[in-house]
T-cell receptor
Framework: AAGVIQSPRHLIKEKRETATLKCYPIPRHDTVYWYQQGPGQDPQFLISFYEKMQSDKGSIPDRFSAQQFSDYHSELNMSSLELGDSALYFC?????????????FGNGTRLTVT | AQSVAQPEDQVNVAEGNPLTVKCTYSVSGNPYLFWYVQYPNRGLQFLLKYITGDNLVKGSYGFEAEFNKSQTSFHLKKPSALVSDSALYFCAVRDIRGNTPLVFGKGTRLSVIA
């Protein structure tokens, strides 16, 4: 079965640079979530989109923005990168119409800021 | 606000023995509860969920969890542990009243020793 696809798998950037992470949800899933997981930490919710509209906002810095496109893929844009932004970034998708539908996670993008 | 507590950072168990990974939760309304497993440098894999109905939920790889409303707990269990079960386990909760994102516990590292 198709899973959530994230690209790139690894990304190395320098401080103050920008980065764009991409997420392709499972087909027919209408909701996308972005999470950040620091080393040894639990995943922290950043932002979510339902039917291409922002539906919830968590601890996402103002330097970050995200959007969901007409084909339901989503991009997380990160600017003025800081060392502390080094983390695993996960995208997850679900179908809101199914109530307790679980989130299905991609394998993540490991961002290293040097 | 929703929250999850996993009181044990680490659980060690001998192969073939039963295992329990503890989780308690807090939500304003009724919960949707989930368990995920994470292997190194991988995304979170869905194990099982409690939505409604039978308090004992069975999931992937022989895992099960028991929902206890009075104790607000959702402990993960397996009758006979395998070395391959060694991983990081996350409990997560969302309130059924809205399309809210999952809130994760801090995670419990399970180590199964041969």
């Amino acid at each position: 079965a198709a899973g959530v696809i994230q690209s790139p798998r690894h990304l190395i950037k320098e401080k103050r640079e920008t980065a764009t992470l991409k997420c392709y949800p499972i087909p027919r899933h209408d909701t996308v979530y972005w999470y950040q997981q620091g080393p040894g930490q639990d995943p922290q919710f950043l932002i979510s989109f339902y039917e291409k509209m922002q539906s919830d906002k968590g601890s996402i810095p103002d330097r970050f923005s995200a959007q969901q496109f007409s084909d339901y893929h989503s991009e997380l844009n990160m600017s003025s990168l800081e060392l502390g932004d080094s983390a695993l970034y996960f995208c997850a998708s679900s179908s809101q119409g199914q109530g307790g539908s679980p989130l299905h996670f991609g394998n993540g993008t490991r961002l290293t800021v040097t | 606000a929703q929250s999850v507590a996993q009181p044990e950072d680490q659980v060690n168990v001998a192969e073939g023995n039963p295992l329990t990974v503890k989780c308690t939760y807090s939500v304003s309304g009724n919960p949707y509860l989930f368990w995920y497993v994470q292997y190194p440098n991988r995304g979170l894999q869905f194990l099982l969920k409690y939505i409604t109905g039978d308090n004992l939920v069975k999931g992937s790889y022989g895992f099960e969890a028991e929902f206890n409303k009075s104790q607000t707990s959702f402990h993960l269990k397996k009758p006979s542990a395998l070395v391959s079960d060694s991983a990081l386990y996350f409990c997560a909760v969302r309130d059924i009243r809205g399309n809210t994102p999952l809130v994760f516990g801090k995670g419990t590292r399970l180590s199964v020793i041969a």
